[in-house]
């Protein structure tokens, strides 16, 4: 997470002479900064992502974004009140507490040259972790990670490749940055400004002509969809 923007609390008014309502909710807005993820954020701040995102108060993101992993940088998170919760224990014993918590999953398709590499040992690691495996038939791979991971390692053919992935920072298609997230992981050059420059159109041409679609060099409903299908 690089910022994260002040949290606002809803303001409550009361009557005078009148206790308040214990049963308001006093929760905060928190703003979703580059890099932020659902997963993350719920994690920090006490959380399940299920909790946050199925609030009734973030109805209106759902309905904007849909998928809680592509949230964008300038969008509002909800997040309610915390309640507390008792239990009663013997005081001369000891006691194991689990912490609730929900993982965050890496999915992601490895190919070459339009051809999935398939059965390729892989190494992923973040922090002190490291963890090995192999793509499946299809060059997939698919690995739990813990909730707060931002980026994490990916190394290939022995150590001789090596790629940084971020992880929640997928944008929605319909966004500028989010489309040009997925042209550059599709191999169709390098493109990350957030503007519709030169190098956005030319790996937007670059797509077009590799799946057929119309050669116009904008981000148009049509390429959009096919870019959102064959990425995800």
Same mark, same amino acid.
């Given at each position: 997470?690089?910022?994260?923007?002040?949290?606002?609390?809803?303001?409550?008014?009361?009557?005078?002479?009148?206790?308040?309502?214990?049963?308001?909710?006093?929760?905060?807005?928190?703003?979703?900064?580059?890099?932020?993820?659902?997963?993350?954020?719920?994690?920090?701040?006490?959380?399940?992502?299920?909790?946050?995102?199925?609030?009734?108060?973030?109805?209106?993101?759902?309905?904007?974004?849909?998928?809680?992993?592509?949230?964008?940088?300038?969008?509002?998170?909800? %997040?309610?009140?915390?309640?507390?919760?008792?239990?009663?224990?013997?005081?001369?014993?000891?006691?194991?507490?689990? +912490?609730?918590?929900?993982?965050?999953?890496?999915? +992601?398709?490895?190919? /070459?040259?339009?051809?999935?590499?398939?059965?390729?040992?892989?190494?992923?690691?973040?922090?002190?972790?490291?963890?090995?495996?192999?793509?499946?038939?299809?060059?997939?791979?698919?690995?739990?990670?813990?909730?707060?991971?931002?980026?994490?390692?990916?190394?290939?053919?022995?150590?001789?490749?090596?790629?940084?992935?971020?992880?929640?920072?997928?944008?929605?298609?319909?966004?500028?940055?989010?489309?040009?997230?997925?042209?550059?992981?599709?191999?169709?050059?390098? /493109?990350?400004?957030?503007? %519709?420059?030169?190098?956005?159109?030319?790996?937007?041409?670059?797509?077009?002509?590799?799946?057929?679609?119309?050669?116009?060099?904008?981000?148009?409903?049509?390429?959009?969809?096919?870019?959102?299908?064959?990425?995800?």
């Amino acid at each position: 997470m690089q910022a994260t923007a002040p949290s606002v609390s809803p303001t409550s008014t009361t009557t005078p002479g009148r206790k308040p309502d214990m049963r308001e909710d006093t929760g905060r807005n928190h703003t979703i900064a580059s890099g932020d993820s659902i997963t993350a954020i719920a994690r920090e701040n006490g959380y399940l992502w299920s909790t946050l995102w199925d609030h009734p108060r973030n109805a209106a993101l759902r309905q904007k974004r849909q998928n809680p992993n592509q949230l964008v940088a300038g969008d509002a998170l909800y %997040l309610p009140a915390k309640g507390g919760k008792s239990v009663s224990k013997p005081v001369d014993a000891r006691h194991a507490f689990k +912490l609730r918590g929900e993982p965050t999953r890496l999915q +992601l398709q490895l190919k /070459c040259l339009g051809e999935p590499r398939a059965n390729e040992a892989y190494t992923i690691s973040w922090g002190d972790q490291v963890v090995h495996g192999s793509t499946d038939g299809q060059g997939r791979i698919d690995e739990t990670l813990a909730a707060q991971v931002r980026s994490v390692t990916l190394q290939l053919d022995g150590g001789a490749e090596s790629y940084t992935l971020a992880v929640g920072e997928l944008e929605p298609v319909s966004e500028l940055r989010g489309l040009q997230q997925r042209l550059t992981n599709l191999g169709h050059g390098r /493109c990350g400004s957030g503007e %519709l420059d030169d190098a956005t159109r030319a790996a937007l041409l670059s797509f077009q002509r590799a799946e057929a679609l119309q050669e116009t060099g904008e981000p148009d409903a049509a390429t959009r969809a096919l870019l959102e299908q064959r990425h995800g």
